[in-house]
Antibody, heavy 121, light 108 residues
Framework: QVQLVQSGAEVKKPGASVKVSCKAS????????MHWVRQTPGQGLEWMGI????????IYAQKFQGRVTMTRDTSTSTIYMELSSLRSEDTAVYYC??????????????WGQGTMVTVSS | DIQMTQSPSSLSASVGDRVTITCRAS??????LNWYQQKPGRAPNLLIY???ALQRGVPSRFTGSGSGTDFTLTISNLQPEDFATYYC??????????FGQGTKVEIK
C-alpha cells in the first residue's frame, strides 16, 4: 500500500534551517510528482512547492522563493524540504503529498503524517 | 493567482442533517476542483476530485457539484465521523495550488 512517512518533529531557533524528509513506498517513486504543503496553527493549507522525483527543477511558491529548497533521492525514494532563515511565523505542520491523476484531473491522493516544526528562541 | 473562498467558515449541525458547503473561485476553473476532509491532528484526506468524482472508498453521502466559479460539497445524513474541517482546492491554473480557507463542521 502507498505510504508517505515523514521525519519527526523539530524545534529550531529563529534564523536556523530545518530539513524535513518524506519517504515513499508502495508505488513507483518516479511516476508521481510530489508537493509540500504547510499548515500554521489553527490555519488553513498553504502550498509550498512541487518536485518531480524523475528530475528537473522544483517549482516553489513565490512566498518561499529564496528560503526553500526541495530535493529528491531516488535511491531511497525520499524527498526533502529545507526551509532556511526560520522565523516564528514558520511554526507549522509540514506535509508532503503525492499528486495523483485521473485523465486531465489531478489531486493530492496520499499525504504524509505531517511534521511539526516549532520555531522558538 | 486564483483565490478560493469558502462559506461558511464554520457551521453547527446534528447527526442526520444535510450540510452544504460552498466554494467560489476568483475566476472560472471549469471543474478542476477538489474537496478534502481533515480531522484534528490528521493529514487531509481526498474526498472528491474533478468537482463531482468520488474518490475510492469515500461514502456516497458525500457529493460534489458545480462548474466555472461556484461549487458545493453536500453531506447527506451527517454521521459522527463527518465532524471535521473541509477544504476545496483548485488545480486549473497552477502553480500555485490554492486552497480555500476551510469550513469547520461542528456538532450542534
Amino acid at each position: 500500500q502507498v505510504q508517505l512517512v515523514q521525519s519527526g518533529a523539530e524545534v529550531k531557533k529563529p534564523g536556523a534551517s530545518v530539513k524535513v524528509s518524506c519517504k515513499a513506498s508502495g508505488y513507483r517513486f518516479t511516476n508521481y510528482n510530489m508537493h509540500w504543503v504547510r499548515q500554521t496553527p489553527g490555519q488553513g493549507l498553504e502550498w509550498m512547492g512541487i518536485i518531480n522525483p524523475s528530475g528537473g527543477s522544483p517549482i516553489y511558491a513565490q512566498k518561499f522563493q529564496g528560503r526553500v529548497t526541495m530535493t529528491r533521492d531516488t535511491s531511497t525514494s525520499t524527498i526533502y524540504m529545507e526551509l532556511s532563515s526560520l522565523r516564528s511565523e514558520d511554526t507549522a505542520v509540514y506535509y508532503c503529498a503525492r499528486r495523483g491523476r485521473s485523465s486531465s484531473w489531478y489531486y493530492f491522493d496520499y499525504w504524509g503524517q505531517g511534521t511539526m516544526v516549532t520555531v522558538s528562541s | 493567482d486564483i483565490q478560493m473562498t469558502q462559506s461558511p467558515s464554520s457551521l453547527s449541525a446534528s447527526v442526520g442533517d444535510r450540510v452544504t458547503i460552498t466554494c467560489r473561485a476568483s475566476q472560472p476553473i471549469s471543474n478542476f476542483l477538489n474537496w478534502y476532509q481533515q480531522k484534528p491532528g490528521r493529514a487531509p484526506n481526498l474526498l472528491i476530485y474533478a468537482a463531482s468524482a468520488l474518490q475510492r472508498g469515500v461514502p456516497s453521502r458525500f457529493t460534489g457539484s458545480g462548474s466555472g466559479t461556484d461549487f458545493t460539497l453536500t453531506i447527506s445524513n451527517l454521521q459522527p465521523e463527518d465532524f471535521a474541517t473541509y477544504y476545496c482546492q483548485q488545480t486549473y491554473s497552477t502553480p500555485p495550488e490554492t486552497f480555500g480557507q476551510g469550513t469547520k463542521v461542528e456538532i450542534k
